[in-house]
């Protein structure tokens, strides 16, 4: 996985994720491990995942926009914070992934998944 | 007068109306019943008969709704599935209640019985005439919901057309519910609360608004779903009604086109339900009383009563037809400010667990401690055994203990409801073997065995368990320590 593939923010998730929401201990634990399907990120946890966001890569992810193919699991959800952080323009975002998302935190962007409206 | 004769005779009246709206957008009282037709006639083209039992393992929407009625049309009953729950748990409930088939997009490996595609096996060329009728009786088995069993295994409450009946007739009633009105769909279909959702809509021509699994834990989403659709009437546990408020700016929008909300499930934190409240002072609040095997028994109006954050909410008082009492330990009838257990009788109470024998009019003593109050409503207290309510969902702490029992590193388990509301959280205290599995493997071997919902939050190891004079693990202790 390289940097356009959200390289960049592995390293720092997984150590979130394994010390903050997990016990630590990373046996077993990689980029495709299911994060929703083990019951390693829910509702309550999504929220702390998306604050640690916030603070350490400085930008905010609007949590309505979050699909949960987009938390699937590690690489995923660093490829998605690839796409939407700020700074990649609507081309780049095509290049790098199929789901374009042109800002960071549009208050719009409504999931994929959602009913119709 | 049958459960699916709800949609029936909406179907006849207004049949272009809206009944559902889901991923693919709005279908109308016609199309449902339509697809229903098609999909009986493949039901008996496969020999399901009166009184048998027929699995749906579908995601919520128009197929899953279309499932139900055919089932029902047929005179089977119907037991949805998880489509979240591993596949071990699936083919337990369906040799279980050994049913006659499967109604399912993706039909597992090994399930054992037939199973039925939407998109293949009922084909629109199929006739949409109506279901000849199997003479079914209104105390007849309509459904089975699985829940969470103490022994390890799932159990199945079944449940009569006249039990559904009888709290959907209350529940439209109760709420006002009219054509006008668009009804969320939050609770999964495998839950009681969905017979509300799905039932009174039809009863009062009104629509369904699908709420898709996959927003479930995604608040800001929810309430963009709540306007962005219209939704008049939300039913959901309080957590996630808490989490909307908190997370997903349900005070802060406030849609207006909210006009009731029900909560079920749990207790609603009261500081968090005071303050919504106050953020919709038009919208109506509902609390809403039952477990699985009574439907909903007791009703509390909540929005002229609630004065300040500090009034713990009651269940109310008796609805439906039921007549609830409150026995105390000594046998007898608890009076003003006495506790005891609530005990509900009426035409709500389920037939009884599947596997034992099944019969109307039974007394259900729910295991729930409750308090009776000054007014005469009753307040809930807690319950008498290891049952609790994690997020809204109802799970018997021995099932999950039973399950990581069977873990090879493990050789004593206990699992304990930590915190309260949204913070709820299922820690596991585990005596192991000569190494400790990590949580990550815990987890995994949880969602290898056990709905989503009953995965373990943490765990914390000990190298000997407190004990109660009489030699039971102490709970008490153990929640002291996962309280430090």
């Known amino acids: 996985m390289n940097s356009e593939d959200g390289g960049a923010f592995l390293t720092p998730l997984k150590n979130f994720i394994v010390n903050e929401l997990l016990d630590g201990r990373d046996a077993g634990f990689d980029e495709f491990t299911p994060l929703l399907e083990w019951g390693i990120v829910d509702s309550i946890s999504m929220a702390r995942l998306l604050a640690f966001v916030r603070v350490q890569f400085g930008f905010k992810v609007d949590q309505s926009a979050v699909t949960a193919a987009n938390v699937v699991n590690l690489a995923a959800f660093a490829s998605y914070l690839t796409r939407i952080r700020p700074g990649v323009t609507v081309k780049q975002a095509r290049d790098v992934g199929s789901e374009v998302v042109p800002e960071a935190h549009s208050q719009s962007t409504s999931p994929p998944d959602a009913p119709p409206t | ?484």
């Open chain 2, 1 to 484: 007068m049958m459960l699916h004769q709800l949609l029936t005779r909406m179907a006849a009246c207004r049949p272009d109306a809206p009944v559902v709206h889901d991923k693919a957008g709005e279908h109308s009282y016609a199309e449902l019943d339509a697809r229903a037709n098609q999909m009986g006639h493949a039901l008996l083209d496969l020999k399901v008969k009166p009184g048998d039992r027929v699995g749906i393992l579908l995601p919520k929407g128009f197929d899953s709704l279309a499932a139900m009625q055919a089932i029902l049309r047929v005179g089977a009953a119907y037991v949805p599935l998880d489509p979240l729950s591993p596949l071990s748990r699936v083919r337990a409930v369906v040799a279980d209640c050994s049913m006659s088939a499967v109604i399912t997009e993706r039909p597992p490996a090994d399930i054992g019985v037939p199973t039925l595609e939407p998109t293949t096996d009922f084909s629109s060329m199929r006739s949409v005439q109506p279901i000849p009728d199997p003479d079914r009786k209104a105390d007849d088995l309509a459904y089975i919901l699985y829940t969470s069993g103490s022994t390890g295994l799932p159990k199945g409450v079944c449940l009569s057309h006249r039990n559904a009946l009888a709290f959907v007739e209350w529940a439209a009633a109760e709420v006002g519910l009219s054509p006008r009105d668009r009804v969320s769909s939050h609770s999964a279909f495998h839950f009681d609360l969905s017979v509300f959702d799905i039932y009174a809509t039809y009863l009062a021509g009104a629509q369904l608004v699908i709420v898709p699994e996959s927003l479930a834990f995604l608040p800001g989403a929810l309430v963009d779903l709540i306007s962005n659709n219209d939704v008049s009437i939300w039913y959901s546990v309080p957590s996630a009604l808490v989490l909307m408020a908190e997370q997903g700016g349900l005070l802060e929008q406030a849609p207006r086109s909210l006009r009731t909300v029900i909560f079920a499930g749990e207790v609603f934190p009261p500081n968090s339900l005071f303050r919504m409240h106050r953020a919709l002072p038009l919208v109506r609040l509902l609390n809403w009383y039952g477990p699985t095997e009574t439907n909903v028994c007791t009703a509390f109006e909540v929005s002229g009563w609630l004065t300040g954050p500090d009034c713990a909410v009651p269940i109310g008082t008796a609805v439906c037809g039921n007549n609830v009492s409150v026995v105390r330990e000594d046998g007898g009838q608890a009076r003003v400010g006495e506790r005891g257990m609530l005990v509900c009788e009426g035409p709500t109470v389920s037939l009884g667990y599947w596997g034992s024998e099944l019969a109307a009019g039974q007394r259900f003593s729910t295991g729930d401690m409750v308090e009776v109050l000054p007014t005469g409503d009753l307040r809930y207290v807690g319950r008498q055994d290891q049952m609790v309510k994690v997020r809204g969902h109802r799970i018997e702490l021995g099932e999950i203990e039973a399950t990581l029992l069977t873990h090879p590193a493990v050789t004593e388990v206990a699992v304990i409801a930590i915190g309260s509301g949204i913070e709820a959280r299922l820690v596991a205290f585990v005596r192991a073997g000569a190494s400790e599995p990590t949580l990550l493997a815990l987890k995994r071997y949880c969602a290898e065995n056990l709905p989503r919902y009953m995965i373990i939050d943490a765990v914390r190891y000990l190298r000997e368990f407190p004990r109660t004079p009489n030699g039971k693990v102490d709970r008490a202790r153990l929640k002291d320590l996962g309280n430090e």
